[in-house]
């Protein structure tokens, strides 16, 4: 290793955290039913796991791409920013035997809802709301 270069590698166990996203949708079906959910001893003992792995990946965050995704400097408070809308496109490639435009929207809406459930996600570029995809004229 040159100078004070550091190496990242995370250390995941699949079967965990594959327990550990289960509950994350178990716990947002009930935000969604606005029910409660009670969480066992073996339940936030996975959530807290999720919590420590944000927290390694916000540190590498840090540490290597210089992205302070932890404290906030509080300089601008949201009330003082003014709501601006783009219109972004992204090109898909797909087999037309499979799928279909329209449900690939579907597939990208689901997409973007699952990685916006993650807490903080987007709050370095200020926490935008994203609208759902939708099929678009052919554009050059």
């Known amino acids: 290793m040159?100078?004070?270069?550091?190496t990242y590698r995370l250390n995941i166990d699949g079967a965990q955290l594959r327990r550990q996203r289960e509950l994350l949708f178990l716990l947002m079906q009930a935000a969604d039913e606005s029910r409660t959910f009670e969480l066992g001893p073996e339940q936030f003992?996975?959530?807290?796991?999720?919590?420590?792995?944000?927290?390694?990946?916000?540190?590498?965050a840090h540490d290597k791409y210089g992205i302070d995704c932890l404290l906030s400097d509080g300089e601008t408070s949201r009330?003082?920013?003014?709501?601006?809308?783009?219109?972004?496109f992204i090109d898909v490639t797909y087999d037309p035997d499979l799928t279909d435009a329209e449900s690939l929207a579907v597939a990208a809406d689901r997409?973007?809802?699952?990685?916006?459930?993650?807490?903080?996600?987007?709050?370095e570029y200020g926490g935008p709301k994203f609208g759902?995809?939708?099929?678009?004229?052919e554009t050059t």
């Open 45 to 60: 003992k996975m959530l807290e796991g999720l919590v420590n792995l944000t927290d390694g990946i916000a540190d590498q």
């Open 2 to 6: 040159a100078g004070n270069q550091k």
């Open 111 to 123: 997409l973007l809802e699952t990685a916006m459930s993650t807490p903080g996600i987007l709050d």
């Open 132 to 137: 759902e995809f939708f099929l678009a004229e």
């Open 79 to 88: 009330e003082e920013l003014v709501p601006t809308t783009a219109k972004l």
